[in-house]
C-alpha cells in the first residue's frame, strides 16, 4: 500500500543496520541465506522457518515494521540509493548481476505473477522492450544498477557484488564479504567448518531443495505462506509456483535473447558508461 511504501521511505537507518540491496532477480535470496548461515554457524534455517522472520523487505512490510526487529538488522531492499535515509555506520551490499540474465529471470518471475501483474503482451520480446523503457517493477535497471556501482566506487560502506563472481568463487567472495562486515562475521566463518558449510548450504542445489523457506513472496492458499504474511502483518499473493529458485546459472540469456537484443543491451551498457565510467566494463 502507499502507506506501507511511504512508511519504508521513512525508515530511520539504524547505525548497525545492514542493507541487502538488489535489483529484483541478481541473488537477493541467495545473499540473505549466505548471512543467515555466517550468523547461524553454518546451519541451514530450519523448515519452519523462513528468512524473511529475519530479514524483513522493507518496501513489502514498511519501516514501522522494520523498527520492530532488534538492532542490528539486516534489511532487505530493492530500492533506489536516494529511498533509503543516510546514516553513518549503515553497511549495504549491493549484488548485481548481468542485464542480460537478470532480465531472463525476471521476465520468468513477472510471468508467474501474471494474476496480479498486467504487462503488455506477455511473451519475452514484450517484456524485454519495458524492460529496456524501466517501465517494470522496480524501475530501470540501468539507472538503479549503476547508481549504486558508482556509490561503492565512494563510499567504504557500500560493497559491491557480483553474482557471476559468487558462483565463480563462492568462498573468496564469502571472505570478502565478512570481512566487510566486521568481527562477528569474520570470526565466524573463521570457526572450524563454517565457512564449508556456508558454502554447501548456500549452494543452488542446497536452496532449491527446500525453496519454500526462501520465498519471498506469500501464497494467499498456502498456510505456511499465510503464517508468514501474518507475522509480517502483510499480504502479498504470489502463485503457488513461484520460481525463486529457476535455474542458477551464468549466461542462459543465450536460450532466451536474439542476436539483436544481446546487442541493444550492449549499447545500452555503452552509453550508461559516459555517465557511469566502469560500469560499462563490469560483464565484458
Ligand atoms: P534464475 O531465474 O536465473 O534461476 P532473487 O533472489 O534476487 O529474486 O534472484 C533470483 C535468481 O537467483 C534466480 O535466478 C535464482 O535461481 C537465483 N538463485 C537463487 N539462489 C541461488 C543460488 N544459491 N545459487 C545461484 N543462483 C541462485
Not at 541487502?20 to 541467495?30: A, H, M, N, R
Not at 542445489?205 to 499465510?226: E, F, G, R, W
Request: proline content about 4%.
Amino acid at each position: 500500500t502507499q502507506e506501507i511504501f511511504d512508511s519504508a521511505l521513512a525508515y530511520e537507518p539504524d547505525s548497525s543496520d545492514i542493507f541487502v540491496v538488489t535489483y529484483p532477480k541478481c541473488g537477493t535470496t541467495w545473499m540473505l541465506n549466505i548471512l543467515y548461515l555466517i550468523e547461524h554457524g553454518g546451519k541451514m534455517i530450519g523448515s519452519d522457518d523462513n528468512l524473511n522472520f529475519h530479514y524483513p523487505f522493507i518496501e513489502l512490510v514498511g519501516g514501522d515494521k522494520v523498527q520492530e526487529f532488534k538492532p542490528p538488522r539486516v534489511i532487505k531492499t530493492h530500492l533506489d540509493d536516494r529511498m533509503i535515509k543516510h546514516k553513518e555506520g549503515v553497511k549495504c551490499i549491493f549484488v548485481a548481476r548481468n542485464p542480460k540474465d537478470c532480465v531472463v529471470s525476471f521476465f520468468h518471475a513477472t510471468h508467474d505473477f501474471h494474476n496480479l501483474y498486467k504487462y503488455e503482451g506477455g511473451k519475452f520480446d514484450d517484456y524485454f522492450k519495458i524492460f529496456m523503457q524501466g517501465r517494470v517493477d522496480w524501475g530501470d535497471y540501468f539507472v538503479m544498477v549503476p547508481r549504486w556501482h558508482e556509490k561503492s566506487l565512494r563510499e567504504k560502506d557500500v560493497h559491491f557484488m557480483l553474482y557471476e563472481d559468487m558462483k565463480n568463487d563462492p568462498k573468496m567472495e564469502i571472505e570478502k564479504l565478512a570481512d566487510f562486515l566486521g568481527p562477528k562475521w569474520s570470526d565466524s566463518i573463521k570457526r572450524e567448518g563454517v565457512l564449508e558449510n556456508v558454502i554447501k548450504n548456500s549452494s543452488f542445489k542446497a536452496m532449491k531443495s527446500n525453496p519454500l523457506k526462501y520465498v519471498s513472496s506469500i501464497n494467499k492458499v498456502d498456510n505456511m505462506q499465510l503464517t508468514i504474511s501474518l507475522r509480517l502483518q502483510c499480504i502479498t499473493i504470489a502463485p503457488k509456483d513461484l520460481k525463486f529458485m529457476r535455474k542458477g546459472v551464468v549466461g542462459d540469456w543465450r536460450n532466451t535473447l536474439s542476436e539483436e537484443q544481446s546487442r541493444e543491451i550492449d549499447e545500452k551498457m555503452k552509453t550508461v558508461g559516459k555517465d557511469y565510467p566502469g560500469f560499462d566494463k563490469i560483464w565484458e
